[in-house]
């Protein structure tokens, strides 16, 4: 069960790093995050897609700072709750995919699947890259894995 500490609620930078209170929820964390990550993905979607990937890269980057911040706070490497990966994960996923509920739908089942299971290289960074890069890099390659799949079912369909 998920446990998430009285500071989410005081500090910013855990509040962030929660996915904004999303990841402190007491079960399936991630998938709360997830959840939390389409209505900014619904926003982010009218964006012109140069701008859209400047917005992910630039979570990416303060994400590492956020999450590598809040385990240290913490004194837990990737605690349950720290969900701003999946935010961007998602958001991954989703980029150049235009927005319909059924879409924002199959992103979230094709993430989550990704991030689940970890295929290979998935797992191995998940395992072996520490700290705040660690806890983005396993997202961001189930975002991109998860993409690849969104994209070749748009191009068949």
């Known amino acids: 069960m998920n446990r998430a500490p009285p500071s989410v609620w005081r500090r910013p930078v855990h509040f962030f790093a929660f996915g904004l209170g999303s990841g402190a929820v007491p079960w399936a964390p991630g998938t709360f995050g997830t959840l939390a990550a389409i209505p900014f993905y619904w926003l982010m979607s009218e964006l012109p897609l140069n701008w859209y990937l400047i917005l992910v890269a630039v979570s990416f980057v303060v994400g590492i700072w956020l999450c590598d911040r809040t385990s240290r706070d913490l004194g837990v490497h990737d605690h349950s709750g720290i969900v701003w990966d999946e935010f961007v994960g998602y958001w991954i996923t989703m980029a150049?995919?235009?927005?319909?509920?059924?879409?924002?739908?199959?992103?979230?089942?094709?993430?989550?699947?990704?991030?689940?299971?970890?295929?290979?290289?998935?797992?191995?960074?998940?395992?072996?890259?520490?700290?705040?890069?660690?806890?983005?890099i396993d997202d961001v390659l189930a975002g991109i894995y998860a993409w690849s799949t969104m994209h070749l079912w748009l191009w068949l369909h």
């Open 96 to 136: 150049a995919v235009p927005f319909s509920w059924e879409a924002a739908l199959w992103g979230f089942i094709l993430f989550r699947i990704f991030d689940v299971f970890k295929p290979w290289p998935i797992r191995w960074a998940d395992r072996r890259v520490a700290g705040g890069f660690g806890i983005m």
